[in-house]
């Protein structure tokens, strides 16, 4: 029996499980985890709630699509601690006074909670991210138009691209699904390809924000080529084959 997980990581050893397999049982999910299994169907009937899964007898089937990424519910608490890095280091790559666009996402989030509260004006491209600057007004805050997408909460659509094209600023703060040297920048989503591309076109700089899980991975939307980045910031579980490849191509890169 492994040592007993937190919340988070038997949320990550699920969803893991269900998009290997689409399958998973209670009895191998109390074995992988340490944990009993109370706990393990408390934590499927969570999962179940957020339109993750179906409960079975015994244990539970997926209900995400595959070739999609997970719902943002899930993602946020996948990886926490290696996020709140990722945007600690960002933070101090940002000077007060800049102007910065703030991509979409669960890693995005963690970076405005960072940005709350400082000298900058920062358009945020999620409802989430816009949500969690309001709370501190310190800085200047910009909305962009457009379509707001089901579950993400992220602005997509010509309004949103048009918004963009009419800002100029010193750093785009970027996400994405999926990294390498070979494939670049991916992304599920079409319609946060193109807001992304917008962004990138509106930037001085351009950081990509990015777990060690999202290296290596490819998504079917085609952002761009690694190298037409500035800065990646990924953490220290990052392959190290992958971050040397995606170095060479130009692209300074932190792990934290």
């Keep these: ?145 457009g379509e707001v997408r089901p579950g993400e909460l992220s602005f997509i659509g010509p309004l949103a691209e048009a918004s963009l094209a009419a800002v100029r600023f010193d750093t785009a703060v970027l996400s994405c699904c999926g990294m390498s040297a070979a494939d670049g920048v991916t992304a599920h989503d079409l319609g946060d390809v193109a807001t992304k591309r917008a962004a990138m076109r509106s930037a001085r700089r351009v950081v990509m924000i990015a777990d060690s899980a999202k290296l290596g991975q490819v998504a079917m939307g085609y952002v761009c080529a690694a190298g037409d980045l500035d800065v990646l910031v990924t953490d220290t579980d990052a392959p190290d084959a992958t971050v040397s490849e995606i170095r060479a191509s130009g692209v300074t890169v932190h792990c934290v």
Excluded: W, Y
């Design 1 to 145: 029996m492994n040592c007993r997980m937190d919340s988070a990581e038997r949320f990550d050893v699920i969803v893991t499980g269900l998009q290997d397999s689409g399958t998973v049982t209670v009895i191998g999910l109390a074995e992988a985890t340490g944990h009993s299994e109370m706990t393990i169907r408390r934590d499927l009937d969570q999962l179940a709630a957020k339109g993750v899964l179906r409960r079975v007898r015994g244990g539970a089937v997926s209900l995400m699509p595959r070739g999609q990424e997970p719902p943002f519910a899930v993602r946020e608490r996948q990886g926490a601690d290696a996020k709140k890095r990722i945007a600690a280091a960002v933070d101090a790559l940002v000077g007060d006074g800049e102007a910065v666009v703030l991509d979409s996402g669960t890693t995005a989030v963690e970076v405005a909670a960072r940005f709350a509260g400082r000298a900058l004006t920062v358009m945020p491209l999620s409802l989430q991210a816009s949500r969690v600057l309001a709370e501190r007004p310190d800085g200047r805050l910009l909305l962009p138009g």
